[in-house]
């Protein structure tokens, strides 16, 4: 922290006691290198590499991936916290591709749960899923989506009150049409960031609203996405509960921690994905596509092949944008 300008360097960040490591709260990202994991909580965090101040939203978005045309509503900490807790589309690109190689669906009809900014249902739809219904209760997350997927039905309103027939009708689909419903359950429950309550946050069974809605509309498949910190909290008692409500709905289940990196995410972000299979296709998740630059580091996935393009840095993520403002 040594580096960066007094007026940065706020006292909450500073230790006062003498001892310890250096605080590592306030942290100025490396350009050559991907981003630290972004959060709603970044924003008096990060420093951005080459300036003294710290990063923009529209900066974030970049490290997330998203495109610059992705316009986000609300004030300056409504369009923070959207931007923290998206899914990045790339990654979100790159498992839809994967499975729509492995369903094969007639319908490309897809619902989203839980979308937030639409970080995962945009990247969805790229691999070419068509999404029929945005459901949301957050009212600046339902304008993004208005906003920036112009073709999506947004339902803004609490998932425990919408039925799973509305869903079905504006998809203008019946019962097993549907080709996925894909979401990610509220992440603070289970999160390094919040009070990791689990199961006992009322956020925490939101998950049993997702399993509803695909026990009622019987897609082809599901994907379901948190933070890996779900496999260890309370003692792993939530994961065993999640993944318990995901195989009550007969489907067959795999679940993996993937690195955002490795799909062309700048960014270092750790998420699992479950998905499920009706129809017991085999789901693969998606092979990383990207490596990294420094000489000894991974150059080659766990099967021993060469990654054919370098990972994204935080210095390219932000190249060629407009002088900072701290609005998007």
Wanted: hydrophobic share 35%; glycine share 10%.
């Amino acid at each position: 922290m040594g580096d960066l300008p007094p007026e940065l360097q706020h006292r909450s960040f500073k230790r006062t006691d003498g001892g310890g490591g250096p605080n590592l709260r306030l942290l100025r990202l490396h350009p050559d290198l991907p981003s630290n994991t972004v959060t709603a909580y970044v924003f008096n965090k990060f420093v951005h590499p080459d300036e003294d101040r710290f990063i923009t939203p529209r900066e974030a978005a970049r490290l997330q991936g998203f495109p610059d045309d992705h316009v986000f509503a609300g004030p300056l900490t409504a369009t923070q916290h959207q931007v923290g807790n998206a899914v990045p589309p790339p990654l979100a690109k790159a498992l839809g591709t994967s499975l729509m190689e492995a369903i094969g669906a007639s319908s490309n009809k897809a619902v989203g749960l839980f979308s937030g900014a639409g970080g995962l249902d945009l990247g969805l739809s790229r691999a070419g899923f068509d999404i029929g219904a945005c459901v949301e209760i957050d009212p600046f997350s339902c304008e993004t989506l208005r906003a920036s997927g112009s073709e999506w039905h947004v339902v803004e309103r609490d998932i425990q009150l919408v039925p799973s027939e509305e869903l079905m009708e504006l998809t203008a689909t019946d019962e097993g049409e549907t080709a996925l419903v894909a979401g990610g359950t509220p992440c603070q429950p289970f999160s390094n960031a919040g009070k990791q309550k689990g199961i006992d946050d009322p956020r925490g069974i939101l998950f049993q609203q997702f399993v509803r809605v695909v026990g009622d509309l019987k897609p082809r498949a599901f994907l379901l996405e948190n933070v890996p910190n779900i496999m260890s909290v309370n003692k792993g008692a939530s994961f065993r509960a999640v993944l318990a409500g995901l195989e009550e709905t007969g489907y067959e289940i795999s679940y993996k921690i993937l690195n955002a990196e490795e799909y062309g995410v700048p960014q270092f972000r750790r998420r699992i994905f479950f998905l499920g299979s009706r129809d017991s296709e085999e789901l693969l998740f998606p092979s990383p596509t990207h490596g990294v630059k420094e000489e000894g580091l991974r150059l080659f996935d766990p099967n021993g092949n060469s990654r054919q393009k370098a990972m994204h840095t935080a210095g390219e993520a932000f190249e060629n944008l407009p002088p900072a403002s701290f609005t998007v």
